[in-house]
């Protein structure tokens, strides 16, 4: 992605909807460059067109989260990815930054099985996916485009990776990290009972926010990638639980 379409993406998600001739004065470019640099965006999933305009997604869907800091989760994921071997296993679960890190694997790295509840990340991958995708069975939502229940649990126990890689809603000093859905955040701890090491990845403004359910304690987790702007207090209280952090530049 160009450093043009991420200040597009960035306008877009600002203004929730903004005019094509807007964005091309404001980016000093023609109104052709501006709705190539759309069609684009659009292909991706990252926003939608109307005549005339841009207008950003669904704010429940996956596909607007992703778009939210896009430059700095796919800089996370590139740091994520850094983890993974050619040839590895790997669980990832329905998270922004995690699709990014899933499409990462797919187009970089060689044989590569990304097993996943996320039917978006199944869907986002399938045009590069080098390696293979499996995809867990359990109740459909439809925002999110993630699987959950109890059927994700009974298809996570077939399986056993070193590394599981999950996002996150938010951030309790005293508890741990925090989701929004609590089918979510139980699909989540199934998937790590079936993992080695459990990783999170988060851009830094979720330090700064709480979800109500639980996800994971402290003690639960072994690594968070995250980016420079993690609050320095936020950073001391996981190194002292011994949770390593690893910051993408």
Not at 40 to 51: V, Y
Not at 62 to 76: E, H, L, P, Q, T
Not at 171 to 188: H, K, L, N, S, V
Not at 199 to 207: R, V
Request: proline share 1%.
């Amino acid at each position: 992605m160009t450093e043009r379409q991420t200040k597009i993406l960035e306008m877009v998600n600002e203004q929730k909807k903004i005019e094509v001739n807007q964005l091309s004065e404001t980016l000093g470019v023609s109104q052709v460059t501006i709705r190539k640099d759309l069609d684009a965006l659009e292909e991706k999933g990252l926003l939608k067109r109307e005549h005339g305009y841009a207008v950003i997604c669904n704010t429940d869907d996956i596909s607007n989260r992703m778009a939210v800091r896009y430059d700095i989760k796919v800089k996370i994921a590139e740091k994520a990815a850094e983890l993974v071997s050619d040839g590895e296993t790997v669980m990832i679960e329905s998270g922004s930054s995690c699709a990014l890190l899933a499409e990462y694997l797919a187009g970089k790295k060689k044989d590569v099985t990304i097993i996943t509840n996320s039917a978006f990340i199944a869907r986002h991958i399938r045009e590069s996916a080098a390696g293979k995708t499996v995809l867990l069975g359990g109740d459909y939502q439809k925002e999110s485009e993630v699987m959950v229940g109890p059927l994700v649990r009974k298809c996570a126990r077939e399986f056993y990776v070193d590394k599981f890689f999950m996002g996150t809603d938010g951030f309790i000093p005293q508890a741990g990290f925090t989701c929004g859905d609590m089918m979510r955040a139980e699909a989540m701890k199934n998937m790590a009972e079936s993992a080695k090491h459990s990783i999170i990845l988060t851009d830094s403004s979720k330090f700064a926010q709480q979800g109500v359910v639980l996800q994971c304690r402290l003690d639960e987790i072994n690594m968070v990638v995250t980016d420079t702007g993690i609050p320095e207090d936020a950073r001391k209280i996981l190194e002292q639980n011994r949770v390593a952090v690893e910051t993408a530049k």
